[in-house]
């Protein structure tokens, strides 16, 4: 992993961050976060929530190289989560396979994973070329910008109320041949609108 | 005491309550037995659908959880209004954290502490506590779900209700099922308790008891009867025995009266021989006292006429003295001399006669001289006798009115004298008499003066305890003998002398008697005073008893110089 550039804040501001919970962590300079590899805990939740999504969503066997091959969730660009997913890979499975976190520097890479997840800071011309090469393949493409869904993203988180929620494009899902539990469904919310504009509110 | 009135109870109230306590233990315990098992049984049963129940609603939580979606959660458990048993519900998360809950009321309870998983009871509620795991099987929360366990009380209770009243037409059907039972019991025993107390109470002991069974109350009653039978028989002697007994009682009673009759004749015999006696006693006394009067006047005139026989001689000696010759003489010579009036010198010196005129003068003198001597010595001797005739009057007048006759005598006869003048007086007062006499030497008294002194002291004690009105009346008399003295007491226990009455007992005058005169223990005092002896008197104050005591020397002692007034 690589530390950000520009980041102005010490790993323990970080961790006070941490300590002082969702109102610090839900700022933006924050949420960038700090060069430390330990997370924030937006990221944290984030990437618990990553996981929970292989528990809620089927993937066909054809979708697997093997039995016993890994269920692969790829991070594009950077990665924020730092610790929490190596702590995932560490303790967790998808049925009786292990979980296996990658960093993906170019799109195309997305095609081996299951699960993708797309940071804000993707530009809009990547973020397109990964939404075209998704399409008809059984990989669910998470994003946290504004506008994700509508542009074409499977699931995309959001900060409601100091919590981390999620919209779900059941149309895109269902392109992707991939069933969701009804229980994710039900947990679904509709983005608000400031999380639909292709930028993302500075807030 | 709660047993006691047990005991008490009618044999007919007594087989009614065995009845009513077996069929009333019986089925209190086995409604008691049902309930628990229902009561414990319901609360199992309810458990399991509610452990099911959280099982399903868990299930469905998970991913609420997972994803920290407590709304939806919340949405989940609202489902649970159509379930009215459930009283509220909880989710918590893995760190015991609540996440959401449920109240059937809407009355939002206090974020209640997580309870462990399993089956809890509190507060009148049944608690089932589950674990959510997520597709995972990873543990991620617990749910708990609470039931009211007024429904199974409130089943029980309508147990109970329909209970009380099965308990209520068993005990009517039981007892009146009994009731036929219970008389074939009783009713033998009940005729058979009428028949012992109208025996007992109207002593009829020729009713019989009708043995209507032949078990042990039949028994009972043949045996009831035969006893009742041997008392009719042993009552019909003890009247015979009674009769006769009384025929005998009124014999003897007849006869005892007659004799009574016949000792009452004998007393008053013995009475007036008594009063005989009395009055003979007291003219041999009058007599013997006359006798002793004359006696002394005898002595008395024989010793007076002794002396007078002396004054008789010393008289005529001094007559005889009177009538000396010479006086004569000198007449003769006063004559001559007269005759010779006027030559008296010449005839005293010359005439032959008158010349032994001096001479004869001079041996007249000597001879008068001698004369007046023994004159004055018969007049002497004549004084002298007549003295003693004074004194021998004077020691008659001594002993005027109580003679004093010396005797030997033993003391103690004299005291059983005195007792026996009072005997009769003794047994009409009912007089208890203690006689504690000791060894007593021959005493040489005044026999008439000692028992008029110990009669007076007897007569004395016994109007004591005449008037006394107490249970036991004694009268104690004591002799002993102490130095050269001999003692009698009179002791008595009845109304006794107040301490001021001590001082004054023996003053003449003084009495505690109506008809008293103040006389009797005064002359007493006064007669041991001269006797040689002293008569003293104790006593612990009034209607506690005295005691005279009577001291006379072995000796006839001269009287004690002064007597009381």
């Known amino acids: 992993m690589k530390a950000r550039p520009g980041n102005p804040y010490s790993a323990s501001y970080a961790v006070a961050a941490v300590a002082i919970g969702l109102t610090l962590a839900a700022s933006p300079v924050l949420a960038q976060g700090p060069a430390a590899p330990v997370a924030t805990r937006e990221y944290r939740i984030k990437a618990a929530y990553l996981y929970q999504f292989s528990q809620y969503v089927g993937w066909p066997e054809k979708a697997f190289a093997s039995k016993t091959s890994p269920f692969v969730i790829g991070i594009y660009g950077t990665n924020p989560f730092a610790d929490a997913a190596k702590t995932i890979a560490k303790k967790k499975k998808v049925g009786k396979r292990p979980i296996e976190f990658r960093v993906l520097k170019s799109p195309s890479a997305a095609t081996k994973c299951h699960i993708v997840f797309v940071p804000s800071r993707v530009t809009p011309e990547n973020l397109k070329k990964l939404l075209v090469l998704k399409k008809n393949k059984s990989i669910l493409v998470v994003g946290e910008s504004g506008g994700f869904i509508d542009s074409g993203g499977d699931v995309q988180f959001f900060l409601m109320e100091n919590k981390v929620r999620f919209a779900i494009n059941q149309k895109a899902v269902k392109a992707a041949g991939l069933p969701v539990s009804s229980k994710l469904l039900t947990l679904a919310k509709p983005a608000p609108p400031h999380f639909r504009r292709s930028e993302p509110p500075r807030r | ?565």
């Not at chain 2, 502490?113 to 507060?123: A, D, L, Q």
């Not at chain 2, 005892?256 to 015999?269: D, G, T």
């Not at chain 2, 009475?271 to 006047?297: K, P, T």
């Not at chain 2, 001079?362 to 001597?373: G, I, N, V």
């Open chain 2, 1 to 565: 005491m709660k047993s006691r009135a047990i005991q008490n109870l009618s044999i007919r109230h007594k087989v009614s309550g065995l009845v009513l306590v077996s069929v009333l233990l019986a089925l209190v315990l086995c409604c008691a037995a049902f309930c628990a098992n229902h009561y414990l049984y319901a609360k199992e049963s309810m458990a399991q659908e509610m452990g099911s129940l959280a099982e399903v609603l868990g299930a469905n939580a998970a991913a609420a959880l997972v994803f920290d979606d407590p709304d939806t959660a919340g949405q989940l458990l609202s489902s649970l209004r159509r379930q009215p048993v459930i009283t509220s519900a909880q989710v918590h998360d893995s760190d015991g954290a609540l996440f959401c809950q449920y109240s059937k009321d809407d009355a939002s309870t206090s974020s209640s502490p997580r309870i462990e998983p399993g089956v809890t009871t509190r507060n009148g509620e049944l608690m089932v506590c589950r674990g959510i795991l997520d597709e995972g099987d990873e543990l991620v929360g617990y749910i708990t779900l609470s039931v009211g366990l007024d429904v199974i009380n409130d089943r029980l209770a309508r147990y109970a209700a329909i209970m009380v009243v099965v308990m209520a037409v068993s005990l009517v059907l039981s007892l009146s099922l009994a009731w036929p039972l219970q008389k074939s019991l009783t009713g033998p025993l009940l005729a058979l308790a009428d028949a012992a107390e109208t025996a007992g109470e109207h002593e009829d002991y020729s009713i019989r008891v009708e043995q209507s069974s032949k078990d042990e109350i039949g028994t009972l009653c043949s045996q009831f009867n035969r006893m009742l039978s041997r008392v009719e028989e042993s009552e019909r002697e003890i009247k015979a025995a009674h009769e006769l007994l009384e025929e005998r009682v009124e014999q003897r009673t007849a006869e005892l009266s007659r004799a009574n009759e016949s000792l009452n004749a004998e007393i008053s015999e013995r009475q007036r021989a008594e009063e005989e006696l009395e009055q003979s006693h007291r003219d041999l006394v009058d007599a013997a006292r006359r006798a002793g009067m004359a006696e002394i006047a005898t002595g008395v005139l024989h010793n007076v006429g002794n002396v007078l026989n002396s004054v008789n001689i010393s008289a005529s000696t001094i007559g005889e003295r009177l009538s000396n010759p010479r006086r004569r003489q000198i007449d003769r010579v006063i004559e001559l001399l007269e005759a010779n009036r006027d030559r008296i010198g010449e005839y005293l010196t010359v005439d032959g006669q008158g010349k032994h005129v001096p001479a004869f003068l001079a041996e007249f003198a000597d001879s008068l001289a001698a004369d007046d001597r023994g004159l004055i010595d018969e007049t002497r001797t004549l004084a002298e006798n007549i003295d003693h005739i004074k004194a021998i009057i004077a020691t008659q007048q001594s002993f005027a009115g109580s003679v004093g006759l010396l005797e030997s005598l033993d003391l103690n006869s004299a005291i059983e004298d005195a007792l026996r003048l009072n005997a009769t007086s003794f047994t009409r007062h009912s007089v208890a008499v203690v006689r504690e006499l000791g060894d007593l030497p021959l005493v040489v008294v005044d026999k008439p003066r000692l028992m008029q002194i110990v009669v007076n002291l007897i007569k004395n004690a016994k109007e004591a305890l005449a008037e006394h009105e107490s249970e036991k009346k004694v009268l104690t008399l004591r002799s002993y003998s102490s130095g050269d003295e001999v003692v009698v007491e009179v002791a008595d226990n009845g109304i006794g002398i107040p301490a001021e009455g001590l001082v004054k007992i023996f003053n003449h005058g003084f009495t505690t008697k109506k008809n008293g005169h103040g006389f009797g223990l005064h002359s007493c005092a006064n007669a041991a005073r001269q006797m040689g002896g002293s008569l003293t008197v104790a006593s612990e104050g009034l209607m506690r008893g005295a005691t005279f005591t009577l001291t006379l020397p072995m000796q006839a002692r001269e009287p004690a110089a002064e007597t009381v007034s």
